[in-house]
C-alpha cells in the first residue's frame, strides 16, 4: 500500500510500501528491508514500523542497480562494513591432477 507524505516543497508524495518497491527494483522484499535497514536505501518508517519509499529514492538506488559503474555498489558495502574483499582460489579437477604430478616429481 502507499502512503501520501508531505515532501519539503509542502507537496504531497505518494510514498511506496516494501512491496512496490521490490516490485519496480525487481528484487524480492526482504532484500529491500536488508537494504533499508543498512542505509543502502532511505526510507521513512511510520508511527506502525511500518517503511515507506520514496519514488526518488527507489529510482536513484534502481539506476545504481542498473548501471552500478565499476564495482561502486561494492565499494559502498565495504565502505559501510557490510561486505569484506577476500580473493579466493578454488582448484580444479585438472590442476589437482597436474599438482599429483609434480609432487611426484618432487619426491623422486
Do not use: Y
Request: glycine share 12%; hydrophobic share 40%.
Amino acid at each position: 500500500m502507499s502512503a501520501p507524505a508531505t515532501g519539503d516543497s509542502g507537496v504531497a508524495v505518494k510514498l511506496l510500501g516494501t512491496c512496490e518497491a521490490a516490485r519496480i527494483l525487481g528484487v524480492h522484499r526482504n532484500t529491500i528491508r536488508h537494504w533499508a535497514q543498512n542505509g543502502i536505501l532511505r526510507a521513512r518508517v511510520l508511527p506502525t514500523g511500518a517503511r515507506r519509499f520514496d519514488p526518488d529514492e527507489v529510482e536513484r538506488v534502481g539506476a545504481q542497480i542498473h548501471d552500478p559503474g565499476p564495482l561502486d555498489v561494492l565499494a559502498d558495502l565495504e565502505a559501510r562494513g557490510l561486505v569484506k574483499r577476500e580473493l579466493t582460489f578454488h582448484l580444479t579437477p585438472e590442476g589437482r591432477v597436474i599438482l599429483a604430478g609434480l609432487e611426484g616429481e618432487a619426491g623422486s
